[in-house]
């Protein structure tokens, strides 16, 4: 009995927190398929159909619109750049970091440490001076070297601590077998480290792509603008009375990307810890 107690205690706990978490989400959704009409007249039904459905319009609406396409364009872009070149410098300097034993190693890891809690509103004031004057400014660069500057710390801590549980014999034991030391690197740490790479590209795909400040505050224009920001000047056609249904139309619209991103790196992330496993 008590037994039985303790696990429906837990399924009511596990049911009210998931339920908690995705109330604001499942609103969202609802709201987006909802008519402007019935937001603006306060419609208290969760269901579009009961207060007005737009139905799919709003997507249609906000997907035709040159603004918000071009945000979408330049998340995708800057978000895949940020990610692959972070990745890239973080794998080797992580890999360094791991192996090697050389003098300010704990100085490099605490400074990397301290830029990743640096305040990101502190930045953009001199950023924006800096870019300016050096011509980046409202560009895809001006928005990729901050975002790199921020997720390049996380993921080497993230992935240092994956090499230093790779034993370091795997790799002496493909030198000894002929391959060299870049060979040995990326044919048999980095698939043993994949779990880690993965872990480090989502986080600092993240970054990137719900960045608000630096996308309002580095951008002027449409031509480099991500979704977060470009979802705040998003007023169509009455600016006095902005259209809630089409930026929860937006919103949904810019998440989906991120769930997506999440399903599939997830079965490889447990796939490379299965895979990347060493038996004792």
């Given at each position: 009995m008590k037994a039985w107690l303790n696990r429906a205690g837990m399924v009511a706990g596990f049911a009210l927190i998931l339920g908690w978490c995705l109330l604001p989400v499942a609103w969202i959704v609802s709201m987006s398929f909802k008519s402007q009409e019935a937001v603006t007249n306060g419609s208290p039904g969760f269901f579009p159909s009961e207060g007005g459905g737009a139905g799919w319009q709003n997507y249609i609406d906000v997907l035709q619109d040159d603004q918000f396409a071009r945000a979408i364009l330049n998340s995708i872009g800057i978000s895949l750049i940020a990610t692959i070149l972070s990745v890239t410098f973080a794998t080797f300097t992580a890999y360094a970091v791991a192996r090697l034993e050389f003098k300010g190693k704990k100085f490099v890891l605490t400074t990397a440490l301290v830029i990743a809690m640096f305040p990101v509103v502190s930045l953009v004031g001199p950023l924006f001076d800096m870019w300016r004057t050096l011509g980046i400014y409202d560009t895809w660069l001006g928005l990729i070297i901050p975002y790199m500057s921020f997720t390049l710390p996380l993921a080497i801590w993230?992935?240092?601590?994956?090499?230093?549980?790779?034993?370091?014999?795997?790799?002496?034991?493909?030198?000894?077998?002929?391959?060299?030391?870049?060979q040995a690197f990326r044919r048999v740490i980095v698939p043993l480290a994949a779990p880690g790479v993965f872990t480090a590209a989502i986080l600092t795909f993240f970054f990137a792509w719900n960045d608000f400040v630096f996308g309002i505050s580095l951008t002027s224009t449409e031509s480099a603008r991500p979704i977060p920001a470009a979802l705040s000047f998003f007023v169509g056609a009455d600016p006095f009375n902005r259209p809630a249904s089409l930026l929860a139309a937006g919103a949904v619209v810019a998440t989906v990307p991120i769930v997506v991103l999440v399903l599939v790196f997830q079965r490889k992330i447990v796939a490379g810890l299965t895979a990347g496993a060493v038996k004792g």
């Open positions: 993230t992935l240092s601590a994956f090499f230093r549980e790779i034993p370091w014999e795997m790799e002496q034991a493909a030198q000894v077998d002929g391959a060299t030391a870049w």
